[in-house]
């Protein structure tokens, strides 16, 4: 059972909009901005996609973004383009647990 | 090109001992954090065990705590990650991850992994 909770797949069309959510809980997403997502092909390395809820690092496409509201957040992909297919992951800080940070239990995108 | 490039997994019996390696490149390795992450088949990512840059100080996850030890060699550009005792649920694939700057919570880069499986 993974600290953060997000759907098992989502899919979509190439060129639709998709929204993965991340739920957590007020010890976690809910009370710090330390939201990270990041994008696993098959047997590559995970790749970040989102820091700080919003923040797209150099070189990560404007169609990826983040948001947040109350203890879910969210990435979306505009324009879906069929190299998105791959699995995602959420990542925050927790202030009730050990662990330097928890993860979400990862989301399929199938680009269909 | 920043990378990072993980060894040293494979098959040992539980109880066994396994030291994996992290090689970096293309960055100044001794200036950051360094962390290890795993997943087990079918789950999802679970944060194993941190250091910072000059290895004054570690963490480690509840469920290794005594058995694994996270170590760095700064000169050699190589991030260790010795694991004893080992147990059926220590199977995964171990990532490790560059965090940016102390205590901020995302890692870029991560290696892509090296499988360990612990079965007799």
């Known amino acids: 059972q993974s600290a953060l909770t997000q759907p098992a797949s989502v899919s979509g069309s190439p060129g639709q909009s998709i929204t993965i959510s991340c739920t957590g809980t007020s010890n976690d997403v809910g009370s710090y901005n330390l939201v990270s997502w990041y994008q696993r092909h098959p047997g590559k390395a995970p790749k970040l996609m989102i820091y700080d809820v919003s923040k797209r690092p150099s070189g990560v496409s404007n169609r990826f973004s983040g948001s947040k509201s109350g203890n879910t957040a969210s990435l979306t992909i505009s324009g879906l383009q069929a190299e998105d297919e791959a699995d995602y992951y959420c990542?925050?800080?927790?202030?009730?647990?050990?662990?330097?940070?928890?993860f979400g239990g990862g989301t399929k995108l199938t680009v269909l | 090109e920043v990378q990072l490039v993980e060894s040293g997994g494979g098959l040992v019996q539980p109880g066994g001992s396994l030291r994996l390696s992290c090689a970096a490149s293309?960055?100044?390795?001794?200036?950051?954090?360094m962390h290890w992450v795993r997943q087990a088949p079918g789950k999802g990512l679970v944060w194993v065990s941190r250091v910072n840059s000059d290895e004054s100080s570690t963490t480690y996850a509840d469920s290794v705590k005594g058995r694994f030890t996270i170590s760095r060699d700064n000169a050699k550009n190589t991030l260790y990650l010795q694991m004893n005792s080992l147990r059926a649920e220590d199977t995964a694939v171990y990532y490790c991850?560059?965090?940016?700057?102390?205590?901020?919570?995302?890692?870029?880069?991560w290696g892509q992994g090296t499988l360990v499986t612990v079965s007799s």
């Open positions: 293309g960055f100044t390795f001794s200036s950051y954090w």
């Open positions: 990542c925050s800080y927790a202030s009730s647990t050990t662990s330097y940070v928890v």
């Open positions: 991850a560059r965090e940016y700057s102390g205590y901020d919570y995302w890692f870029d880069p």
